[in-house]
């Protein structure tokens, strides 16, 4: 299982930005999906998360300037980044909770992608 997350990158605040992730290979189903984020010298907090029926959670920093969705049938998550605020910079990272291979249940881990907002 691989996830693949791009859609990072350098913006100004107030600007937006939207995130993707697409896990790929032996699948055979998806609960959680979601992003976490780290910035330097910080620790590694959950963004926003979303089930696999649609149940949404963010962090409150978040709260009404981004959107987590995903398409069940691209096993990919979206992160829609609005109003940007230069303490949104961070690698976020986005990870699937998911049963694999032999129906192994295991959280997989994007690369991490680069969000940086300049003020």
């Known amino acids: 299982v691989q996830l693949q997350a791009s859609g990072g990158g350098l913006v100004q605040a107030g600007g937006s930005l939207r995130l993707s992730c697409a896990a790929s290979g032996s699948i055979f189903s998806i609960n959680a999906m979601g992003w976490y984020r780290q910035a330097p010298g910080k620790q590694r907090e959950l963004v926003a998360s979303i089930t696999s029926i649609g149940n949404t959670r963010y962090v409150e920093s978040v709260k009404g300037r981004f959107t987590i969705s995903r398409d069940n049938a691209k096993n990919t998550v979206y992160l829609q980044m609005n109003s940007l605020k230069p303490e949104d910079t961070a690698v976020y990272y986005c990870?699937?909770?998911?049963?694999?291979?032999?129906?192994?249940?295991?959280?997989?881990w994007g690369q991490g992608t680069q969000v940086t907002v300049s003020s």
């Open positions: 990870y699937a909770d998911l049963y694999g291979s032999g129906w192994l249940r295991a959280d997989y």
